[in-house]
Nanobody
Framework: QLQFVESGGDLVQSGGSLRLSCVAS????????VGWFRQAPGKEYEGVSC????????YYEDSVKGRFSISRDNFKGTVYLEMNSLTPEDTAVYYCAAERNSPGPENMCLKPEYDYRGQGTQVSVAS
């Protein structure tokens, strides 16, 4: 059974850190670019960070550059999003998604056509 399960979301204070994890099962994650997307109340759905299938190329949305870091462990079938210096503007439901034939992480984040997506994990940042 194919599954994407996100975890690590929580309520933190402004300036705090969180590490999100996305565990994929039922597929060979090595073949997929993976991205983290978020949906905040009243805001557009957006690609936060994406990583190529090999992990050699990454993309970050401007507002998270220097604060967030994406990585992957294909052996474990897991993708991570390390989030530091969190602000209330980062409050959202975060989803991980996988795309088999992605032209690259920037394209995946900006023009997502992913094949699979998880149910999301809530990140709340208090001021």
């Amino acid at each position: 059974q194919l599954q994407f399960v996100e975890s690590g979301g929580d309520l933190v204070q402004s300036g705090g850190s969180l590490r999100l994890s996305c565990v994929a099962s039922g597929l060979i994650l090595d073949y997929y670019a993976v991205g983290w997307f978020r949906q905040a109340p009243g805001k557009e759905y957006e690609g936060v960070s994406c990583i190529s299938s090999s992990g050699g190329s990454t993309y970050y949305e401007d507002s998270v550059k220097g604060r967030f870091s994406i990585s992957r462990d294909n052996f474990k079938g897991t993708v991570y999003l390390e989030m530091n210096s969190l602000t209330p503007e980062d409050t959202a439901v975060y989803y991980c998604a996988a795309e088999r034939n992605s032209p690259g992480p920037e394209n995946m984040c900006l023009k997502p056509e992913y094949d699979y997506r998880g149910q999301g994990t809530q990140v709340s940042v208090a001021s």
